[in-house]
């Protein structure tokens, strides 16, 4: 799987974020600061902003979190009306500034910036050929490969037709905002895989991965780009422009936008995610309901389908009570980032706390998002049950992960997945659990009102809407030939 990381993680790990503004007059710098602010969820290894101002194109690009990437003279130094911004965690590519984003190029047509959210699956072999032909790369990333491609093309090319060149060539998931110069790009992949949404402003229009962004800045959600779609946001604020350069039969939109990663409060392919995943858990107590004295959550994913499980439990005639079982310190770090497995246990009771009167003497049910490898899972069974639960029955709102993902989710590999190798019981005695069941891939598709068609689902079904190499795909996957021979401008 491409991934920058060790396999220390405890969960999946959000993508990345990206935005694009063009605004009438005052500097886009600030509006993107807090747009990334917005996003931060979707990425915490680095932060950047690119801006041009008419003249020149100014950069700022830092490892860390966006508060601690910008200072106020940072911001001050970044000129200019029209400008994007990244937040990263690393997909592909090193954990290194080399590898932070924006992507920035200087070249005979011009100056690029380019923030990428997602991952492609050729990007080995479009480098290959690009370097062959005097290319010189400065990271191992596949933003740069979009970069690079995509300036060669303009140096033949319209844009719109070089952004169709490149698209052609690229093979994978990716959502992306561009500088061209004063000119900002917004581009989904034809499948629609990673979120972008357009948004306007009371001074212009700007273009992000979710919608909460555009709230930040008092927007009005426009629409999503749709899958295979070049946005160009006119210099200046004043509109955009569609061109719609390809079509599939079936999109391949990622249901783990709705399980995990998106904020309950952005609205993703026209769904209030929060909505989703009341819905997700309504269908979960439809598929897999059992009658305890308690519902907890998981803070704070699991809280969305808790409260729809518990809802469709009491109009059952259930008497199960929705209670916050579970109190989250939010000033320790993410699990993944503790060195040892002494160390990642202990960070599970610094990082949950369980409310004893909720537990103590209590049958529960607990509701989370997913399990990846079993590890936190089994160590909130046994913290509930040590603060004397009687009985403790997990209920998980997506299906069980069997595969890695390819599209810019670190998801693991298959031989640290616990369901990749082990039935649903199996996992149930791995974690201790009274009872276990996970929602179906058919439950998940109706809660997002999408055929199972429209879904990349890879990570539950081991089939992929890309030509990955040594998986299989779920419907007819034509890869790009690359050796030579721009993609086509038909």
């Given at each position: 799987m491409p991934n920058g990381r060790d396999a220390t993680h405890s969960g999946p790990t959000e993508k990345c974020g990206v935005v694009g503004v063009s605004l009438e007059e005052r500097d886009a710098a600030r509006p993107l600061y807090y747009s990334l602010y917005a996003l931060q969820h979707r990425g915490q290894e680095s932060a950047?902003?690119?801006?041009?101002?008419?003249?020149?194109?100014?950069?700022?690009?830092?490892m860390g979190l966006v508060g601690d990437a910008f200072g106020e003279d940072d911001i001050a130094d970044l000129r200019g009306s029209a400008?994007?911004?990244?937040?990263?965690?690393p997909t592909a590519g090193s954990v290194n500034k080399s590898c932070a984003q924006p992507f920035t190029v200087s070249f005979k047509s011009g100056a690029l910036g380019l923030s990428h959210n997602g991952n492609l699956v050729n990007a080995d072999e479009v480098r290959e050929e690009l370097a062959a032909q005097g290319h010189a790369f400065t990271s191992d990333g596949d933003t740069e490969v979009i970069a690079h491609d995509l300036a060669r093309n303009l140096l033949e090319s319209d844009l719109v037709r070089a952004v169709k060149r490149t698209m052609g060539r690229i093979h994978g998931s990716y959502s992306l905002t561009i500088t061209h110069d004063d000119t900002v790009l917004g581009v989904r992949d034809p499948e629609g895989n990673r979120p972008l949404c357009i948004g306007e402003l009371e001074d212009g229009y700007v273009l992000a991965s979710e919608s909460a962004a555009i709230d930040t800045l008092d927007g009005e959600l426009v629409r999503d780009v749709r899958p295979g779609e070049l946005v160009v946001l006119q210099p200046g604020g004043e509109g955009f422009d569609?061109?719609?350069?390809?079509?599939r039969e079936n999109t391949a939109h990622c249901f783990f936008e709705h399980v995990y990663f998106a904020r309950p409060d952005s609205v993703i392919d026209d769904e209030l995610v929060y909505e989703v995943r009341r819905e997700l858990g309504r269908q979960l107590w439809e598929e897999g309901g059992?009658?305890?004295?308690?519902?907890?959550?998981?803070?704070d994913s699991g809280r969305a389908f808790a409260s729809g499980y518990a809802e469709a439990a009491q109009e059952e005639g259930s008497g199960v009570?929705?209670?916050?079982?579970l109190m989250k310190n939010r000033y320790v770090g993410r699990t993944f980032i503790m060195p040892t497995q002494d160390e990642r246990e202990r960070a599970v009771r610094l990082k949950l706390n369980p409310i004893k009167s909720t537990v103590e003497g209590k049958t529960v049910t607990l509701i989370d998002d997913s399990i990846v490898r079993g590890t936190t899972s089994t160590q909130l069974v046994d913290l509930l049950k040590d603060c004397g639960a009687e009985e403790v029955h997990m209920r998980i709102g997506a299906p069980p992960i069997v595969a890695p993902c390819y599209m810019g989710i670190d998801m693991a590999t298959r031989e640290e997945l616990i369901?990749?190798?082990k039935s649903v019981e199996e996992i149930r005695e791995a974690i201790a659990a009274d009872s276990l069941s996970y929602l179906s891939t058919e439950a998940v598709a109706e809660a997002l009102g999408r055929s199972q068609a429209d879904l990349c689902l890879g990570c539950v079904t081991g089939e992929y809407p890309y030509d990955v190499e040594g998986e299989e795909t779920d419907r007819e996957v034509t890869r790009p030939e690359i050796g030579g021979v721009a993609g086509t401008d038909d």
């Open positions: 950047g902003i690119v801006t041009h101002d008419g003249f020149q194109q100014h950069s700022h690009v830092e400008g994007i911004g990244h937040v990263r965690y569609s061109y719609q350069l390809f079509e059992i009658e305890t004295d308690v519902v907890m959550p998981v803070p009570e929705f209670a916050e079982g369901a990749a190798d």
